[in-house]
């Protein structure tokens, strides 16, 4: 998909249109959206786009992030932040630019309790009023045109698709280490992933290719998403289950974040390749029975997320995904033989044919 511009025309979000008498002078640099066709976006008018940061002991990274979402080309958003009960620095670091940056930051009320990663965007996304919703991770850098190119994609998909139908927007991402020396130009490529074989329902049950802190979700789907269940595994993942059921997902090739692998990551990158899973499949350092214990308790979560999203969209699921959900919830109960017999008859496998493959061997 090629990107052109942040406020495509036809787009309300954000843009007014300039009378040609107007002294005004036209916003640049990156104190605009974009202009074209006679449209150009004022900066910081209608906070079109939330942006939801959840922190925790972050102090690391966190000015380093927050720098490169003031530095975006697109300004038309306000950031949200929930702090998970941080001891380090990272609220002083907020108050910092909570100060230098009035009325673009909202920070949370300390509630005293300590959620984890998921279920404090989730609670954070409750606060969402936007149109528009990103998400923000505290250690990651966000490369200057990150919203311009989401939020022109996102424009795309509401004219192709209707502005109340549920959409997410996700890309690529850089893989960089502690220093932002890249490791890979494409998260995807690093880990195998190719979202172009993740449209149906029963590939997204078993791997989540949504990485959040690239996406973009409208108010429909945000709507439609809520209350994330304790169940999911990820906040992200339940939203990609929920869109790739009820609405619809683009996934753009191009990178928008330097994803940064620090050791410290909730959720990180793996490389993956072919010899690394034949030898994890022969050689269990940890020993047989722990790796198979770990595998169950891995189905058994899977199985969770998809009872709680069949019993919160029972009445909205088409007989089709009703059948394909009961039978995935069915895959941990069912023996070798079994579990492989329902997953290649409902394309339970993930995007990757080696990964599947070694999939369906253990």
């Known amino acids: 998909m090629w990107i052109t511009s942040c406020g495509p025309a036809g787009s309300t979000s954000g843009l007014s249109r300039r009378p040609s008498s107007s002294p005004e002078k036209e916003v640049t640099g990156s104190r605009a959206c974009g202009k074209f066709w006679g449209l150009i976006l004022r900066p910081c008018m209608t906070n079109a786009i939330d942006i939801l940061l959840s922190t925790y002991n972050g102090a690391a990274y966190l000015a380093e992030q927050l720098d490169s979402l003031f530095a975006q080309t697109c300004p038309d958003w306000r950031l949200v932040v ?5 001891t ?3 609220q002083k670091i907020l108050g910092r630019y909570l100060a230098l940056h009035p009325g673009r930051i909202v920070i949370l009320p300390q509630d005293g ?6 279920a404090s965007f989730a609670i954070l996304l409750e606060h969402s009023e936007s149109p528009y919703t990103m998400f923000c991770d505290q250690d ?7 919203v311009e190119i989401t939020f022109a994609a996102m424009r795309d998909l509401e004219r192709a698709h209707g502005g109340q139908t549920p959409l997410l927007v996700d890309t690529d991402l850089k893989v960089v280490d ?9 998260f995807w490529h690093f880990e195998r992933i190719h979202p172009q074989r993740l449209t149906k329902l029963s590939r997204v049950l078993m791997q ?11 108010r429909p789907l945000a709507g439609l998403a809520q209350p994330v269940p304790a169940e999911a595994l990820m906040y992200d993942g339940w939203l990609a ?7 619809k997902i683009a996934a753009l090739p191009t990178p928008t974040v330097l994803y940064r692998q620090h050791g410290g990551n909730v959720t990180g990158a793996s490389r993956w390749s072919f010899l690394t899973g034949v030898k994890n499949y022969f050689l269990y350092r940890e020993g047989r029975r722990v790796a198979l214990a770990r595998r169950e308790a891995a189905w058994a979560a899977l199985r969770g997320q998809a009872e709680a999203f069949a019993a919160r969209y029972g009445e909205r699921m088409t007989p089709a995904q009703h059948a394909m959900v009961r039978a995935f919830c069915l895959l941990p109960a069912r023996g070798f033989w079994g579990r492989r017999r329902l997953m290649l008859k409902h394309n339970f496998l993930v995007s990757d044919r ?9």
């Open 82 to 86: 929930r702090d998970d009960g941080s």
């Open 208 to 218: 989540n290719f949504v990485t959040g802190c690239t996406a973009m979700i409208n």
């Open 88 to 90: 380090d620095t990272t």
């Open 178 to 186: 502690e220093r932002l020396g890249v490791l890979d130009e494409s």
């Open 113 to 118: 309790n300590r959620l984890g990663a998921s």
């Open 354 to 362: 080696w990964q599947s493959f070694m999939m369906l061997l253990r």
């Open 140 to 146: 990651d850098v966000w490369l200057p045109d990150k």
């Open 241 to 247: 289950l929920v869109a790739t059921a009820f609405g």
